[in-house]
Each structure stands twice: as C-alpha cells, then as structure tokens.
C-alpha cells in the first residue's frame, strides 16, 4: 500500500494536473502568538508517502530559469530523494549513507543534510560513518570532510549545520550502529557535537550530552542549538558560538518531558530557526513553535504542528516561507507566514 501511495503522487505531478494534496493532522494554537506566525486556515499537506524513515529535507534553491527543489533521507532504504511540484519525488541519490556490500545496520542512509556556502550537499551518513559534502551537480562525486576525531572513528553523524565562515557543526548518536550504543565498533566513548573548522580540523564542540540530534543556528549565527533526544532529558540547549569557533557554556531552552510524559509521539529531534529567532522543532507531538526568551531563560511553547506520526525534521523551501515536514513515511508541507533564518 506504501507504494501505491507514493506512485499515486508520483503519477498526478509528471501528468501536470492540478494537485490537491490530501491533509493530515492539525495545528495546536497554545499561545495567541503563533497566529502571527502560522495562518489560521494553516493545514498539513501530504506531498508523498511510503517511505520507511524519512529525515534530514533541505530545499536547494533554484537559480535563473531553474526552479528550486528539496531533497530528503529515506534512512533505512539508503537513498536520497528529490521532490518538484512538476515530477513529485525521484531517486536523487543512491546509495546515499553505506556504500559497502550486505547488510549494515536497519538505518544505514544518509540522515541530516544541508547546504554549504560553496552549495554543495552536505550529508550525515550513518553507515560511512562521515560528513560528505557533493557538488549537487555532479551526484556520487563526493569527498569525505570527516570520517574521525582525534584518530578514532564517529558512531554515526544525525545532523549538520553549515556557518557561514565555513565550520560545520554535526552531531554524532549511536542510532546508525548496527547495536547501537553497545555496538562492538565503537571507537569513541562519547556521543558528541563535532566542529569541523574552515582549514578541515575536527574537534569536540560538546562533549557532555547522552543523545545530541538536531542542530541549528540563530538568526546572527552566533548562537548553536542542540536537541536531545534522550527520554530521561529530551531538552533543547542553546550553546553561544564564540569567535574562534568554540562553544560556550549551554543553556535550557525548552524541556519536552511534559509532552513525552503525555504520551505524544517522538522526542526532540531536527530543528530549524525562522527569522525572527523563533525555533521550530520537532518533538512530541510533531513541530514544536518556541519562541525564546529574550532575556535568555526557557523559551514558551507557542504550539504544535501535528501530523499525527512521530516527526523527524523540516526544512524551510520555496520563497522561505513553506516548512516542509519529514514524518515517518511521510514528505508533507505547511506554509507560514515567517521566513526561515538567513534566507
């Protein structure tokens, strides 16, 4: 039924009829803020289903004659794939995580990606166990930007973010080993947040957190966040990025426990910021709207975009005002009424 579903969207977009895509969910207004940021007609849109695991969308844009497109990880299936609103989704990349022969792991593909100054695509690959970065108009032409720290080999990369002074800074969870946590390859004990600095050194940025996911920057790129996935600590944390690239100490910025606690479904996750500083993350109970504290505190739920299935990331894409929406087998999109962050 998965690709059935999927070729059904597939055929509608290359025959250039109309589209109507179906909905799904809803969005939770807690606070009156979030009206300003997301219409009150707002619905979530189904753009393709029957993936296994979707993840890591980022939107390239378009340049002259050239319309933009997104592009996404279906991790288990190890591919990445590309979607127009003209062809619907096509195999951009495969494989796109694991290039070695058999079985892996049941998450071997690329996770998180994004978009460096120079435009190349930058991927998370759990099975290479690597950050790559490819000229988007060469797929498969990759070089390696890091693959270890301090000589041992990372776990499994989950998210990147590309500064534009030319770091990166990437995550680095268990959840790509074969075992996991206890897997026999592990190299390093620790499950930490990478800096890959513009001359290519790599150093721990963060080394304190059990299940460091997501990452994003403020608007003035002077602020990394992190989201952990941890169901004991399943907090958001926001580091200050000091001039030579470090990190300072890391403060709270949100705490989804009360949302696992009430049975909604995922953990903090993928994160992105839109311009006026506000974080939409996803967590329990689909895309969390925070608006942060200006004075430097716990931000405040503004509300939930929900799909109704655990959400992994998003992306913002077309004019910068689209949030595409990556949630289990599904690719789906709201439009907002706020641009994401350095658009």
């Known amino acids: 039924m998965k690709s059935l579903i999927t070729s059904l969207f597939v055929c509608v977009a290359a025959s250039g ?20 940021l997301l219409p009150e007609n707002a619905q979530i849109e189904v753009l393709a289903s029957g ?15 050239t319309p933009g497109y997104l592009l996404f990880s ?21 494989p796109s995580g694991y290039t070695g ?17 120079q435009g190349r695509l930058i991927a998370c690959e759990h099975g290479d166990r690597r950050i790559s970065a490819m000229p988007l108009n060469k797929p498969g032409g990759k070089i390696t930007l890091a693959d270890r720290c301090q000589g041992k080999r990372f776990n499994s990369p989950n998210d990147v973010v590309a500064h534009s002074n030319g ?17 026999p390859s592990r190299e390093t004990k620790l499950f930490g947040v990478y800096r890959i600095d513009p001359e290519g050194e790599v150093t721990v940025a963060i080394a304190d957190l059990v ?34 690239g470090t990190v300072g100490k890391g403060r709270l910025v949100y705490n989804a426990l009360d949302l696992m606690k009430r049975g909604l479904k995922g953990a903090p996750d993928g994160l992105k910021v839109d311009e006026q500083g506000n974080l939409w993350a996803t967590g329990p109970g689909g895309v969390l709207v925070i608006a942060p504290d200006p004075k430097g505190g716990a931000g405040t739920l503004l509300g939930r975009i929900d799909p109704g299935e655990a959400t992994a990331n998003c992306a913002w894409g077309d004019d910068g005002k ?4 990556t949630a289990d087998m599904y690719l789906c999109r709201i439009r907002t009424n706020v641009r994401g962050a350095n658009w």
């Open 211 to 244: 299940r460091p996911n997501g990452v994003a920057l403020s608007p003035d790129q002077k602020t990394l966040y992190v989201a952990q996935s941890d169901e004991k600590q399943p907090v958001i944390l926001a580091y200050p990025i000091l001039p030579d």
């Open 17 to 36: 009829m109309a589209q109507h895509y179906p909905t799904i969910g809803h969005v939770v207004r807690d606070d009156p803020r979030l009206n300003a």
């Open 51 to 65: 993936f296994d695991w979707t993840e890591g969308p980022v939107w390239v844009k378009g340049t002259g004659n």
């Open 74 to 94: 279906d991790v288990p299936n190890n591919v990445i794939h590309r979607w127009t609103e003209k062809s619907g989704v096509q195999v951009f990349l495969k």
């Open 101 to 117: 022969l058999g079985t892996y792991s049941n998450e071997p593909g690329s996770n998180g990606l994004t978009i460096d100054r």
């Open 322 to 325: 689209t949030l595409y929406i």
């Open 167 to 183: 770091s990166y800074y990437f995550t680095d969870p268990p959840y790509g080993l074969p075992k996991h946590d206890t897997d």
